[in-house]
């Protein structure tokens, strides 16, 4: 941590510390509550299961990878997978619960210690929040994605409703912003300035943890489908967008 990084991100770096060095389940290690990061999980695999790269292998990094949840998925088949967080106690506790043939290391997203082109595949969960800007992580991520290489990677939706709503709350208290939301047209604007060509964005749609018991409601297919036909209402109900970028 150097004297440089912003007040915003030095916090969640603690945080992150506090977690981990509190809990031993997945969701609270990376600060997310039981419900939410079951629903993420869901959503991903949702649209990763139709993704050409969901049956290839290669060098996949898992970037900010928590407790490891991506990084077990990434295990399967014939991937070479790397993970890093720049939470020491997070990498520890990872690395208990996913098997020998992960690389793991402590390392910061946007000063990441690899090569140029050296990954064929990237997946970025639960970062994007926890800094003041996306733009020092997205070119880092850029520099070491091999060409036509793809990163996944999510963001909180400044669109959605709840959250305008809960945020609005916060600065009527005279409250910091406690997590940093991206309008989706601008996150997709920012990946495209970092040298990614095609960029896909997926809706997740998922409700406060005190609300968890509508999520089923949610997760239907028919509704779904009606997200996905109106653009407007999918952004209002999503708290996540989940992004699948290629690399030029």
């Not at 509190?22 to 629903?39: F, K, N, Q």
């Not at 997203?109 to 992580?137: E, Y």
């Not at 669109?159 to 912003?177: D, I, Q, W």
Request: overall charge positive.
């Amino acid at each position: 941590m150097t004297g440089d990084t912003p007040k915003f991100e030095r916090s969640w770096r603690q945080r992150f510390e506090r977690y981990a060095q509190a809990h031993d389940d997945d969701a609270h290690i990376a600060g997310w509550s039981d419900s939410g990061l079951t629903a993420r999980t869901k959503f991903f695999l949702r649209s990763w299961r139709h993704a050409p790269e969901s049956s290839r292998g290669g060098r996949w990094l898992d970037a900010g990878a928590g407790a490891g949840t991506y990084t077990r998925l990434l295990q399967s088949g014939d991937r070479r997978v790397t993970a890093i967080d720049y939470s020491l106690p997070t990498v520890g506790k990872a690395r208990e619960r996913t098997g020998r043939d992960v690389a793991w290391l402590v390392a910061d997203v946007t000063r990441l210690p690899f090569a140029d082109g050296a990954f064929d595949g990237i997946l970025c969960f639960g970062v994007m929040q926890a800094l003041s800007s996306p733009h020092d992580a997205l070119k880092e991520l850029r520099r070491v994605l091999a060409p036509g290489g793809v990163l996944w990677v999510d963001a909180l939706n400044a669109r959605c409703f709840t959250s305008a709503y809960l945020e609005s709350r916060r600065r009527k208290r005279g409250l910091p912003a406690h997590l940093r939301y991206d309008a989706p047209q601008d996150f997709t604007a920012a990946l495209r300035d970092h040298g990614f060509g095609t960029v896909e964005l997926h809706w997740a749609p998922i409700v406060p943890s005190k609300l968890r018991m509508l999520q089923p409601v949610l997760d239907n297919a028919m509704v779904a489908a009606m997200l996905g036909a109106v653009p407007p209402l999918a952004a209002g109900l999503s708290h996540s967008i989940l992004l699948r970028a290629q690399a030029s």
